[in-house]
């Protein structure tokens, strides 16, 4: 596991990551009345939101509910808002379409789940919880791979050990690491999902990381 934090923040700090998508012209076209381009902005995020919600969804709703089914509610909010978000472009397109998005999941869970009302405060803090499946997922990225069989052994008590730190770190430290892993998304979108700076988003990635190495022994 030490090994492992150590390769990812090398390679954080030299090479960081970039974010393929690039909507400025897209937007651009939008605005001007190209439906096309309109048609264009409302696709191409379809598969990043999808795992979004495939990330964050409550393993009770996942049975009943497909991630593409809330993907679709929430393109179809976007397509009624889109003038409106032109106009003001108040953040950056994918972050907005998350931000539909999530808002639908919550309200998806609501509608399905028939939850108890609560503030909205307390649903979303509810959603920053990750369910078992993607905490899995997630201590798979940070725990190097290995073919042997006595390295894979070590490797899944390395998992384990992973999942129970990442309990421990608070919210903001572990909401990065999913952004980033789980999420894929660059350090600029995620500062614009968390509404930090990029810089900001950089230094709570690797201080999630030193944290987690107290928290994991594998001496």
């Known amino acids: 596991m030490t090994d492992r934090i150590d390769q990812i923040r090398a390679h954080y700090e030299k090479h960081g990551v970039v974010s393929p998508h690039n909507d400025p012209v897209l937007l651009d076209r939008a605005e001007a009345g190209d439906r096309t381009a309109v048609g264009q902005l409302l696709q191409r995020h379809r598969e990043r939101l999808r795992r979004m919600v495939a990330v964050h969804i409550d393993p009770r709703l996942s049975v009943r509910v497909d991630p593409s089914d809330v993907v679709q509610d929430a393109v179809a909010d976007a397509a009624g808002k889109l003038d409106d978000y032109l106009r003001d472009r108040?953040?950056?397109?994918?972050?907005w379409l998350r931000q539909i998005t999530w808002q639908r999941l919550i309200d998806t869970h609501r509608r399905h789940m028939k939850a108890e009302k609560r503030s909205v405060g307390r649903e979303t803090a509810a959603y920053t919880a990750l369910?078992?499946?993607?905490?899995?997922?997630?201590?798979?990225?940070l725990v190097a791979r290995s073919a042997s069989p006595s390295r894979q052994a070590a490797r899944k008590e390395s998992q384990q050990r992973v999942r129970e730190a990442l309990v421990q770190l608070n919210e903001h430290d572990r909401e990065v690491l999913v952004l980033i892993y789980l999420e894929?998304?660059?350090?600029?979108?995620?500062?614009?999902?968390l509404a930090i700076s990029e810089k900001a988003v950089t230094m709570r990635h690797l201080r999630a990381l030193d944290r987690l190495r107290p928290l994991v022994d594998d001496s």
């Open 131 to 141: 369910p078992d499946r993607s905490a899995a997922q997630l201590a798979d990225h």
């Open 90 to 95: 108040p953040l950056p397109f994918y972050p």
């Open 184 to 193: 894929q998304l660059s350090p600029k979108e995620a500062g614009d999902v």
